[in-house]
């Protein structure tokens, strides 16, 4: 092993922008979860494992990270698109206590990647609100100096940064490569869907009772709407007539003393091809209003039925208490305001005409669990 530091073992970072497809909007009334390129971290050394701190990026999840601390510590840098000086925009300063920490094992090959760490943004964050104006243009990029990067080698870190001395720090070189470039909408946020799930108290894994549950679909909106849901786990009514592929696609149900995660038997259908029409039918299509509701109702056989890969109830055991909640979709990315009748009226190339509606104007319907966990006991 190689002792001592040499000015060989100059780590790089660079900020490696994404690029934006044609139609992408910064929306500051709609959630969406930007990402907006990798932190790059590369390293010459072979041998000895190193550790990265950064003071503004702090984990959060798996290898995620949120540029606002990014921003606020002066490790990255917001500009204005169109100015000669592309002045950069000040936002209130902010230290965090604690550095977001990155390993960076050793490799044959240092001409590769070492550490590649994404960030990432939640768009109707406050601060964005108080400092972006709709309409403009910003570009988003590393800052040549301002904000702490500090590097060690991971055998010499005694569990705390600030104790490192200047001779156990590592030379960190910033490269100004890449810049996120993005334009600010404020388009109206669209109506939020609110799912809740019901279930009986008791499953009769081989009684003659049915285990019927049920997740209803609520809306802020006081005027009616109209969305999509075929190509989702909710066309699914009869089988063979869908997408549902397992039940853990609509709900995620676990034994409350253990944890374990029910292995559902009920695969109901699986295509080797495309099965859906041109146009989906108007059975795919919901119409709920905040006065109107809509419930998806499945109901689970029991163990012994003559095709019990169908909606059975395979991957329950008896005597177990089972805690479940909502698991999806998501959200639905076609909708429109207005009523069923009226939005289906016609021939199908009709209705095909009438739903050709900008999407990216009217934003992706976001599904929220509004519920707690709910519990059911498993009766033989």
Not at 71 to 95: A, C, H, N
Not at 298 to 317: A, D, F, P, Q, V
Request: some cysteine.
């Amino acid at each position: 092993m190689r002792s001592g530091h040499d000015s060989s073992n100059i780590i790089s970072l660079r900020f490696e922008a994404e690029e934006l497809e044609p139609n992408d909007s910064f929306q500051l009334n709609r959630k969406q979860r930007r990402s907006l390129g990798h932190l790059i971290v590369t390293t010459p050394e072979t041998e000895r494992p190193i550790t990265l701190f950064c003071n503004g990026l702090t984990v959060v999840g798996r290898g995620r990270n949120t540029v606002l601390q990014a921003l606020r510590s002066g490790l990255f840098e917001l500009v204005q698109s169109g100015k000669e000086d592309e002045g950069v925009i000040m936002l209130p300063s902010f230290t965090s206590p604690k550095k977001g920490q990155y390993s960076i094992p050793p490799t044959a090959f240092p001409q590769y990647r070492e550490v590649s760490i994404g960030v990432s943004t939640e768009t109707t964050h406050v601060v964005w609100k108080d400092i972006l104006q709709p309409g403009r243009t910003y570009g988003l990029r590393l800052s040549e100096k301002a904000g702490e990067v500090i590097a060690c080698y991971t055998d010499e870190f005694d569990g705390n940064p600030e104790s490192l001395t200047s001779a156990q720090k590592l030379p960190v070189h910033r490269e100004r490569a890449g810049t996120y470039y993005f334009t600010v909408h404020d388009d109206q946020a669209p109506p939020k869907l609110f799912a809740r799930l019901e279930m009986p108290s008791k499953a009769h894994l081989n009684g003659p009772d049915p285990f019927t549950f049920v997740i209803e679909y609520t809306t802020d909106s006081p005027e009616p709407f109209v969305f999509d849901k075929s190509r989702s786990p909710l066309s699914v009514t009869n089988f063979c007539s869908g997408d549902l592929h397992c039940i853990d696609q609509l709900i995620d149900c676990r034994d409350d003393d253990t944890g374990e995660k029910v292995e559902w038997g009920a695969v109901f259908v699986c295509y080797d091809y495309d099965p859906h029409p041109v146009f989906p039918d108007d059975g795919d299509f919901v119409e709920i209003s905040m006065n109107r509701p809509w419930r998806f109702e499945c109901t689970l056989e029991r163990l012994g039925n003559e095709k019990e890969y169908i909606r059975s109830m395979e991957g329950l055991k008896a005597g177990r208490t089972y805690k479940a909640r909502v698991s999806g979709p998501s959200g639905f990315r076609r909708w429109q305001y207005g009523k069923k009748e009226d939005l289906l009226a016609g021939t199908r190339e009709e209705k095909m005409e009438r739903w050709e509606v900008d999407m990216e104007k009217l934003g992706c319907l976001d599904v929220e669990r509004i519920e707690e966990d709910v519990y059911f006991k498993t009766i033989a």
